[in-house]
């Protein structure tokens, strides 16, 4: 089992920046893919970046192309999501998911998630 922390939300006016990240314990982290998601009020939760275990692979929605960047550091266990030029229509609160299968854009892949951490952003 693999437990997973994110932090770093907040509010943020449109145009600006904001990084989140996710932090694990529990069993080897090195090894697992990490995606990231997010979920709006009275929204399916979506895709938003993902990343290998070696950090060689990444993917985005079309979304969030060009302006975030997902990245992760083995050493401290943690992956993080950088967020440029935001958009009020990125308000969600923002979740990270492990698995041991690979890269992946499906919800269904990942086994661990974490309590997610909210961004908002302001017109």
């Known amino acids: 089992q693999v437990q997973l922390v994110e932090s770093g939300g907040g509010l943020v006016q449109a145009g600006g920046s904001l990084r989140v990240s996710c932090t694990a314990s529990g069993r080897t982290f090195s090894r697992y893919s990490i995606g990231w998601f997010r979920q709006a009020p009275g929204k399916e939760r979506e895709f938003v970046a993902t990343?290998?275990?070696?950090?060689?692979?990444?993917a985005y929605a079309d979304s969030v192309k060009g302006r975030f960047t997902i990245s992760r550091d083995n050493a401290k266990n943690t992956s993080y999501l950088q967020m440029n030029s935001l958009r009020p229509e990125d308000t969600a609160l923002y979740y990270c998911?492990?698995?041991?299968?690979?890269?992946?854009?499906?919800?269904?892949?990942?086994?661990?998630w974490g309590q997610g951490t909210q961004v908002t952003v302001s017109s």
């Open positions: 998911a492990a698995t041991q299968r690979g890269l992946s854009t499906k919800i269904a892949v990942y086994d661990y």
């Open positions: 990343i290998n275990w070696s950090g060689g692979s990444t």
